[in-house]
Nanobody, 120 residues
Framework: QVQLVESGGGLVQPGGSLRLSCAAS????????MGWYRQAPGKQRELVAT???????NYADSVKGRFTISRDNAKKLAYLEMNSLKLEDTAVYYC??????????????WGQGTQVTVSS
């Protein structure tokens, strides 16, 4: 069982920045693909970014060039640096840990989510 705890959400103006963190309890954290997903009101949960244990990253087109995903395996932390935030980035952001043995976020573990609100 892997427990994930997100932090760092909040209210920010358009053009501002936030950094989300995800603390994991996994004993083999370094092998997990870590991902950030978000869900806006009335919409389905969508991929924001993922990073493999080896450091390969993948981003949704909507956040490329603005968001950066990273991880610290020694501290068992994953991060999402969000810059140039837009109104449409408003959502609950979820951390996901997915084992490479059973690929697919739906088979992984989820955090409780952290709210990001972009508003003037």
């Amino acid at each position: 069982q892997v427990q994930l705890v997100e932090s760092g959400g909040g209210l920010v103006q358009p053009g501002g920045s936030l950094r989300l963190s995800c603390a994991a309890s996994a004993s083999l954290f370094s092998i997990y693909t870590m991902g950030w997903y978000r869900q806006a009101p009335g919409k389905q949960r969508e991929l924001v970014a993922t990073i493999t244990g080896g450091g390969s990253t993948n981003y949704a087109d909507s956040v490329k060039g603005r968001f950066t995903i990273s991880r610290d395996n020694a501290k068992k932390l994953a991060y999402l640096e969000m810059n140039s935030l837009k109104l449409e980035d408003t959502a609950v952001y979820y951390c996901n840990a997915n084992s490479p043995l059973v690929p697919g976020p739906e088979y992984g573990y989820w955090g409780q989510g952290t709210q990001v609100t972009v508003s003037s």
